[in-house]
């Protein structure tokens, strides 16, 4: 072949040594080379006769036959099965499955077809696992269906196979020509299919076998990793199956089962798995087995399982509260050790309990903590919470950080994220045990920590290690930040003794000293700074309202803060740090702390409070003009206080009543409520609602507000109206024509408002067939005309002087360009006169004209000659022969040629001579 190639090309004849011709004996095919490299040829096997030889009624019986016909087939499909093939293996094992029943002899067969099974399938054309989708993952299923026969060879291969086919481990060549099914749809069928949910019906067969189950759990635990799988196992109740049966076998069945219930929780649903857990039986069976790892584990294997169990725990209560952990004894042997050490017990089962400062006993402490945090969510847990003495144990961690401690106790480190997260779980604890906080002097305990962190007379800087420290590394800004909050949790519950407890314990002037701290510090604030100065705000809020005495106790210095914080540049509510929760703190602890204390009102307002608060009103969002507008209402029930709203000035030098005006047109746009370009009423019946308002289809219980009294809270425009009642409504400086149409809708606010009332009270009282006794009646009646009658009133006079404005508006303009046709009349005045002087100084015969004009004129103007008196002299006041029209003088005034026709002044010429 290669001399004929040779030859063809013209190349020069190959010269061998000693001129011998190579024999080549043995001849291979390039056929035969491929099938080395790729594997074996598939010869094709007619599966349809099988069939046949099973089923046919003549051959059923051929017991040996039929096995010789399985040995054949195991050698044709040794590599693996064919797609288009599978589902008539299937039938063959269906068929055999059914066989054993009768004859054992058949058990092999069954295990060898399912030995290679275990190997993915092998497709003929790309398009295969298209086309064979739906049939392999029957196929698939009924693979798993053959855990009904009771034979644990089968049982065990159909393990293998399971497991082989996930895994994709150990296997063999490929047929020439041909590819396996790749591992992504060999678990998609595998997720279609109710393969999962059999494995765990099929546990219940294996309860006896450990090996088995054991597998069993393993292919459990590779499916559990996917979330369709997961949610077919739940539907078997796979979680109360695996719990119920985890401790009765080996270690390790046990940690496959907390493994596969961990994904069951994140991969499947969480509310499903709790419902399955939801028997004695379940939360026992999880008590013993932590028990078993906690009292009896050693190794760090066995910690980490015991953490993972516990984990588990917390967050089923976390999902469902009412899980029995209280009655099966859990909650209370875990809270027992969420005390230990901190509080001394003589129960045994801490007697041999050892927590070290290793990494696991470490997170076994913190897992303690957020179980107790977690089944305190059940309002059960409250006497056993009280009872275990767990607020005690908490407290214990508030207190000043050593750096000389014993090596036997937690690392500064440890304890500082201890110490964090037991504040974090005490804002959720002392709100439910307010009796035992106040029998551990918890507000002592408290504001001596605050003042610790507050100061800074040690040289103790932060860790900073855990999630609760973020931002506290090298400062105790997060020692700070929990301290506040715990405070916060327990003003909120509006506990006037608790609230007491605190004032009487000096917490206004440790608060104040700690806002003041950060509040005049030249650094830029961070994040945690900004939640540290909005949390003493809300405190000093809470501790304040309603209480004149802590007012004045909040005195000078505290409005002295407040103002050093209106100060601030109001644009930095914009820049992302949380300054807006700032300025709303600030604004609600002015309204708690300084309105309704003269002495703090009179200060605040000296101080220029309320031109900080204006500023701020400008500039601030729409979320937060409410509540500021809301104070300064009721800053203005101080006379005070007006003199400076009304000499306020701000963008543009505008005045408090144009802005409240743009501040009512925003809101009604916002609302959309009708109106026009100019601000006049169009629905006359519905003055102040929304245009998609509807009327009322039911009548709301006594209890309920209608819609137009929550309207009132829910906007600003009642506010607008109640400041305006302070300001008045006529000679306001700095408004416009606008302005002045829509005072007029904001002076009869309250009638309008009163007339919607009643109209939804007519309304009501028609859907509920309520017939008003006659003088009722007419008193409604008169109610509604007059209000009906109001708006129509104010709506023309708002057209009124609408009309009167265009007006003013067309003679301003009229008067406008008046002023610019005299402007024009002037300059054309001027040309001409310099047109007339240029003529008469270019022409003399025109100047003798113009004078004869001007002696003529002069002529005129004078009265009639008489005749002089004999003793009178009269003197000619005239120059005879003068050739100029200009009055003569001593002095003459001449108009020289414009520097723009010179060049400039004029130069001294020099002639040549």
Not at 326 to 343: N, R, S
Not at 443 to 464: A, H, I, M, Q, V
Not at 801 to 822: C, D, G, H, P, V
Request: proline share 4%; with cysteine.
């Amino acid at each position: 072949m290669k001399i004929l190639q040779a030859e063809q090309t013209n190349l020069p004849p190959i010269k061998l040594a000693n001129e011998k011709i190579p024999i080549v004996k043995h001849i291979i095919k390039d056929e035969e080379v491929g099938s080395i490299n790729e594997g074996e040829k598939l010869i094709p096997f007619d599966l349809e006769k099988v069939i046949k030889l099973f089923v046919d009624p003549h051959s059923a019986n051929l017991t040996e036959r039929h096995i010789h016909s399985i040995k054949k087939i195991c050698q044709t499909y040794k590599l693996g099965f064919i797609v288009r093939d599978v589902v008539k293996i299937v039938k063959i094992v269906n068929i055999l499955a059914d066989k054993v029943e009768i004859d054992l002899t058949y058990i092999p067969c069954i295990c060898s077809l399912l030995k290679i099974f275990q190997f993915p399938f092998i497709k003929e054309k790309s398009s295969d696992e298209l086309v064979y989708e739906t049939v392999l993952t029957e196929c698939i299923a009924n693979i798993g269906y053959l855990f009904r026969t009771p034979n644990r060879s089968v049982r065990e291969e159909i393990c293998n196979c399971v497991y082989n086919l996930i895994t994709f481990e150990n296997l063999p060549k490929v047929y020439a020509d041909l590819q396996r099914a790749s591992k992504n749809f060999i678990h998609k069928i595998i997720k279609k299919s109710d393969l999962a949910e059999t494995l765990v019906k099929s546990l219940a067969l294996m309860e006896d076998d450990t090996d088995l189950r054991l597998r069993m759990i393993k292919i459990l635990q590779k499916l559990s990793k996917d979330e369709d799988n997961c949610q077919r196992m739940l539907n078997a109740d796979c979680a109360n199956r695996l719990v119920l049966k985890m401790n009765q076998s080996s270690d390790e069945i046990l940690f496959r089962s907390v493994d596969i219930l961990w994904n069951l929780l994140e991969n499947g649903d969480k509310v499903l798995v709790a419902e399955q857990l939801n028997s004695l039986g379940a939360i026992n069976q999880l008590r013993d087995a932590f028990l078993r790892q906690l009292l009896q584990g050693y190794s760090n294997y066995d910690r980490q399982l015991r953490n993972d169990i516990l984990i588990i725990s917390i967050q089923l209560s976390q999902i469902m509260p009412q899980l029995p952990f209280i009655e099966t004894g859990f909650a209370k042997e875990l809270l027992l050790f969420a005390t230990y050490p901190e509080i001394k017990s003589h129960n045994p089962l801490t007697k041999n309990l050892k927590l070290s400062t290793c990494y696991e006993d470490f997170e076994l402490k913190k897992l303690f903590f957020n179980f107790a945090f977690t089944i305190s969510r059940n309002p059960m847990s409250y006497q056993l919470l009280s009872e275990s003495g767990i607020l005690l144990a908490l407290l214990s961690f508030i207190k000043p950080i050593e750096k000389n401690r014993d090596i036997r106790d937690w690392t500064i480190s440890q304890f500082e994220e201890l110490q964090l997260h037991a504040m974090s779980g005490l804002c959720i604890i002392i709100p439910i045990l307010m009796r035992d906080y106040f029998s551990c002097h918890g507000s002592n305990r408290l504001l001596t920590f605050l003042e610790w962190c507050s100061k800074n007379f040690d040289d103790y800087t932060g860790y900073g290690n855990s999630f609760h420290a973020k931002g506290g590394r090298g400062t105790k800004k997060a020692q700070l930040k929990y301290c506040l909050r715990v405070i916060r949790s327990i003003v909120t519950t509006s506990n006037e003794q608790a609230i007491q407890d605190l004032a009487d314990q000096d917490a206004l002037s440790i608060l104040l000293n700690c806002l003041k701290q950060y509040s005049s510090s030249d650094t830029s604030n961070d994040q945690i700074d900004v939640e540290i100065q909005a949390d003493i705000l809300f405190i000093l809020t809470c501790i304040c309202e309603n209480d004149i005495h802590r007012k004045e106790l909040f005195g000078n210095d505290g409005v002295d803060i407040l103002i050093e914080l209106l100060r601030k540049n109001p644009q930095t509510i914009w820049n992302g740090l949380g300054y807006q929760r700032l300025i709303i703190g600030a604004v609600d602890c002015i309204w708690q702390t300084v309105v309704g204390c003269i002495i703090n009102e009179d200060y605040f307002i000296q101080k220029e409070g309320v031109f900080y608060l204006l500023d701020i009103l400008e500039v601030s969002p729409k979320s937060m003009q409410n509540l500021i507008l809301g104070c300064v209402l009721d800053l203005s029930d101080n006379p005070r206080t007006l003199n400076h709203l009304l000499q306020w000035e701000g963008k543009d030098n505008i005045k408090i009543a144009h802005f409240l005006c743009e501040l009512w047109r925003d809101e009604e746009q916002d609302n959309g409520v009708e109106r026009d370009e100019n601000g006049i009423i169009l629905n006359t019946l519905k003055p102040l609602a929304p245009a998609d308002n509807e009327d009322v289809q039911i009548a709301l219980p006594s209890h309920l507000p209608s819609k137009s009294i929550v309207e009132v809270s829910e906007n600003m425009r009642a506010k607008i109206y109640g400041i305006f009642c302070k300001l008045g409504f006529n000679d306001l400086s700095g408004i416009n024509n606008q302005d002045q149409l829509t005072l007029c809708i904001i002076e009869n606010y309250l009638d309008f408002k009163l007339s919607e009332v009643f109209k939804e009270i007519n309304i009501e009282l028609q859907l509920d067939g309520i017939q008003p006794i006659p003088p009722d009646q007419e008193a409604l009646d008169t109610i509604l005309r007059a209000a009906d009658d109001r708006v129509l009133n104010v709506n023309m006079n708002q057209k009124l002087l609408a009309n009167t404005f265009r007006q003013q508006e067309f003679m301003q303009e009229k008067e406008f360009y008046f002023e610019i046709k005299s402007n024009f009349s002037y300059k054309e005045k001027k040309i001409q006169e310099w047109k007339d002087y240029v003529s008469r100084v270019s022409k003399y015969q025109i100047l003798m004209n113009c004078k004869e004009k001007q002696v003529t004129s002069i002529d005129d103007s004078r009265p009639p000659e008489r005749d002089p008196q004999p003793y009178e002299t009269l003197h000619n006041l005239e120059i005879p022969n003068l050739a100029v029209t200009a009055f003569a003088g001593p002095y003459i005034a001449i108009d020289s040629t414009p520097a723009a026709i010179t060049g400039g002044r004029l130069k001294k010429i020099i002639y040549n001579q």
